[in-house]
């Protein structure tokens, strides 16, 4: 099998997709390593490359750990070799300010002698993203120029100057093609300096061969007039991809040019997504909890079902009311449980990382005239559909109430017949972007939701605390996406 070291893995998204590739029912990649420099997702890492090196009856003890009957270091103990391979696959280390001699080391070693390999991976996006340069934009000696999140690319440059892989793909956001450093579109610099990383570097990486490693960047889909040349073209958009979700990323492919000749390459073919309720179908249905109140279902029920006698219900078309009040007749048909981090579906089967977190009362209102009007309407509603009532109290709520510009959408239902809006970190934060779209349950995604709309295996664990796998489901690659251009790099490489 062909080693892939996975730089900035995150809990393993695109990693995953490169190990679950085949080739004649044949897997073609094994993750040699995977680096990650927070705690919550390199135990999410570990805990996935154990599953991947157990066979199948080591993995009831996998699941009998995952359902709480075992300690993490009990079924370790059981299986030995596979958590030996695990801790030496998944490495817990800030690649910044790791020695470099050292992270040189390791990857030597994951290597071995192995000449065909590939490196994977982005670097932390945020600097990049749209949304952050607009917080930051303002903040006193702020400058998106000097942020040094920006120079993260120079680990990634440093591991194609010091390994050459004749292979690699970075990863990052779409925001990524309008931002700027020293004046120049950092897009055009990222892309010069990744064809030439030991000159970007300022120092001398040369090959065995006295050569210094030069890298031509391709596209992994066709753009209707679009060449690769230009920047546009590395925009994949995953929901034309067979991804369930509208998800658009810049992704690059390097090929090394003294090893692989120019010839026409695969592309991924379009394919039509599974939308939200097909991709959700057959989950624990859950209510959501209550902040700031005492929590528990007869309080719930009975604060949205006073929802009806409300005057802001007075106040919206009769299509809405109609569902609203649907709505309030049928909430005491979800079950009225608000999950765990393991539990039995009603098919017999275990769902992991499946509950709900609380909200606001004020919030509940909002979800269910949110998710009522959806189902009427077929769309999510903007603030200015929004009962003057359920407005949120926030300075800018008059200007977006006003406009279609920013928070328009604020609270924003996430459609049963299409695929859902992109899942990213916010998704922490709150869960005003991420409303299910069954009033009935009226909460936002759980994990597991938000996982399955990543395309994450339904067995694959996420640690640490709620907020830490929101965190993590919402900054990774889709598996499916990654195993589809895993299959592409396969087929360049044989």
């Known amino acids: 099998m062909i080693p892939v070291v996975d730089l900035f893995a995150g809990p393993g998204g695109l990693g995953e997709g490169f190990a679950a590739a085949t080739n004649d029912d044949r897997a073609i990649f094994r993750l040699a390593l995977s680096i990650e420099k927070d705690a919550a997702a390199h135990k999410t ?3 996935r490359a154990f599953r991947r090196h157990l066979d199948a009856a080591g993995a009831k003890t996998y699941y009998r750990m ?47 002698s192995a000449d065909r390999w590939v490196l994977i991976g982005g670097p932390p996006c945020q600097a990049y993203s749209l949304a952050g340069r607009s917080r930051n934009r303002g903040k006193e000696n702020y400058s998106p120029e000097k942020d040094a999140r920006q120079k993260l690319y120079v680990e990634y440059l440093q591991l194609l100057a010091d390994h050459q892989p004749p292979v690699f793909v970075m990863e990052n956001v779409k925001g990524l093609l309008s931002a700027s450093h020293d004046g120049k579109r950092l897009f055009d610099r990222i892309r010069e300096d990744l064809g030439d990383p030991a000159r970007a570097l300022t120092r001398e990486a040369r090959s065995s061969n006295g050569a210094r490693p030069n890298y031509d960047l391709y596209s992994f889909v066709d753009h209707d007039g679009v060449s690769d040349s230009d920047p546009r073209a590395f925009v994949i958009k995953a929901e034309s991809h067979g991804i369930p979700q509208a998800r658009h990323r810049v992704i690059l492919l390097g090929l090394r040019r003294d090893t692989l000749a120019a010839r026409k390459l695969p592309r991924l073919s379009r394919r039509q997504p599974e939308s ?42 009769a299509v809405s009311r109609q569902a609203l009040g649907d709505a309030i007749e049928r909430l005491a048909a979800p079950a009225r449980d608000r999950g765990a981090e393991s539990l039995t579906g009603r098919d017999g089967l275990r769902v992991w990382n499946h509950s709900s977190r609380g909200h606001m009362l004020s919030d509940l209102h909002r979800y269910l005239f ?35 510009g920013t928070f328009a959408d604020r609270f924003r239902v996430q459609l049963k017949n299409g695929p859902s809006t992109t899942i990213t970190s916010h998704i922490a934060k709150d869960g005003h972007y991420y409303i299910h779209y069954d ?21 694959y664990f996420f640690c640490g605390t709620r907020t830490e796998q929101y965190v993590q489901v919402g900054n990774a690659v889709p ?15 044989e």
């Open 45 to 47: 890492l570990e805990l």
């Open 370 to 404: 949110a998710a009522s009007y959806a189902h009427a309407h077929g769309r999510s509603p903007l603030l200015r559909d929004f009962p003057m009532d359920l407005l949120p109290k926030h300075q800018n709520v008059k200007d977006a109430v006003s406009s279609s």
């Open 66 to 112: 995952l359902s709480g009957e075992l300690t993490r270091e009990e079924a370790y103990l059981r299986h030995a070799k596979a958590a030996a391979a695990a801790r030496a696959e998944a490495w817990l280390v800030e690649v910044g300010e790791a020695a470099v001699e050292a992270v040189r080391t390791r990857v030597r070693g994951a290597l071995g």
């Open 479 to 493: 598996p499916k996406l990654g195993k589809r251009l895993a299959e592409i790099v396969g087929r360049i490489l």
């Open 276 to 317: 939200v309720a097909d991709v959700l179908q057959g989950l624990p249905r859950l209510r959501s909890g209550i902040t700031k109140s005492k929590d528990g279902c007869e309080a719930w029920l009975a604060h949205l079902r006073a929802a009806k006698s409300t005057p802001w219900a007075g106040e919206i078309d």
């Open 439 to 459: 009033p009935t349950q009226c909460r936002s995604l759980t994990v597991r939701e938000a996982a399955r709309l990543q395309t994450f295996p339904e067995d």
